[in-house]
């Protein structure tokens, strides 16, 4: 059976072409671009909140978006246990919405932030399955709010449900800081409880082809399929 | 009437922009200058004519639903 997308598009989104692509060329199945403004989704597997400035990034990261119409939709498609992933501008809705913990603060270090980077993995989940314990992703990322926060409380949850999906790391041959903006325990993304809902600050869908540094991003959508 | 919401970072949480400031503001001789933190003020109008507890409830309402991330911000009405 086909493996179904869909991509939702806010005014100031600037990944969701790149993430139409990068779901054409992995699942080979249907995608599905829908503005923010829809009142209805159609029947997906997948739904990739794409990364951006939606809103010009104005009040909070995500805060006007997290109020746009298609939100009911996307919330609904997340309690019938399908996928939803959140990628950078996308991770910062999924929080504003509420279907992810947390908060995403400006950097520590007050700079935008575009460069490759390096995660893995915490722990299992299914967006993560065809990656190895102990292997080392390099994926771009490019923020400026992109530094996780939550309270004790918060982050114990998260680790006793398993909810940390990444990780910021080392790479191999890098003299990369460790953790590149401040966010807590070096979280890169995490999940729901129920681990359909992922948000990530790096962007797989900038690391899947020929003509990019790194193929790694593939694995995200792999994972899903496999 | 207009209506101020100061809006800022809850104690806890690191505002780096603040401590720029500071080390700007202690570089040009304002070294008494300490515990800079920046928050941001909305400002909006409310027709006269409203309640008071009106006021208070739709403030709080608007809040909790946008203007304030509670996970990370607090709030305070002004004046």
Do not use: A
């Given at each position: 059976m086909s493996f179904k997308s869909a991509v939702i598009t806010f005014p100031g989104s600037n990944c969701d072409r790149d993430a139409l692509c990068y779901l054409k060329d992995l699942t080979?199945?249907?995608?599905h671009n829908i503005w923010h403004e829809e009142t209805s989704l159609?029947?997906?597997?997948l739904v990739i909140l794409p990364g951006g400035f939606s809103f010009g990034d104005y009040l909070r990261s995500g805060a006007m978006a997290s109020k746009s119409k298609i939100i009911?939709?996307?919330v609904k498609h997340a309690n019938d246990n399908r996928y939803l992933l959140g990628i950078c501008n996308g991770f910062q809705i999924l929080t504003e919405i509420g279907l992810l913990e947390g908060a995403l603060i400006r950097?520590?270090?007050?700079?935008?932030l575009g460069k490759n980077c390096f995660i893995k993995k915490k722990f299992k989940n299914n967006f993560n399955l065809s990656i190895k314990d102990s292997q080392i992703l390099q994926i771009p990322v490019a923020h400026n709010e992109g530094n996780f926060y939550c309270d004790t409380e918060t982050l114990n949850l998260l680790k006793n449900n398993e909810q940390i999906a990444f990780e910021y790391c080392k790479g191999e041959f890098s003299n990369f800081e460790e953790n590149i903006n401040g966010s807590i325990e070096a979280i890169a993304g995490i999940t729901n409880k129920k681990k359909n809902v992922l948000g990530m600050m790096p962007h797989p869908e900038r690391a899947y082809s020929d003509f990019h540094q790194s193929q790694d991003g593939r694995l995200i959508i792999e994972s899903l399929i496999s | 009437m207009r209506i101020k919401i100061l809006v800022r970072l809850k104690g806890q949480i690191l505002e780096p922009q603040g401590k720029v400031i500071e080390q700007s503001l202690n570089s040009l001789g304002f070294?008494?200058?300490s515990n800079i933190r920046q928050g941001k003020l909305?400002?909006?109008?409310?027709?006269?004519?409203?309640?008071?507890?009106?006021?208070?409830?739709k403030i709080d309402s608007a809040c909790k639903k946008l203007l304030v991330n509670d996970i990370i911000e607090e709030y305070e009405v002004l004046g």
């Open positions: 080979k199945g249907e995608v159609p029947k997906v597997d009911d939709e996307v950097n520590k270090k007050l700079k935008f | 070294t008494e200058f909305i400002e909006l109008d409310l027709p006269d004519n409203i309640s008071k507890e009106e006021k208070v409830q």
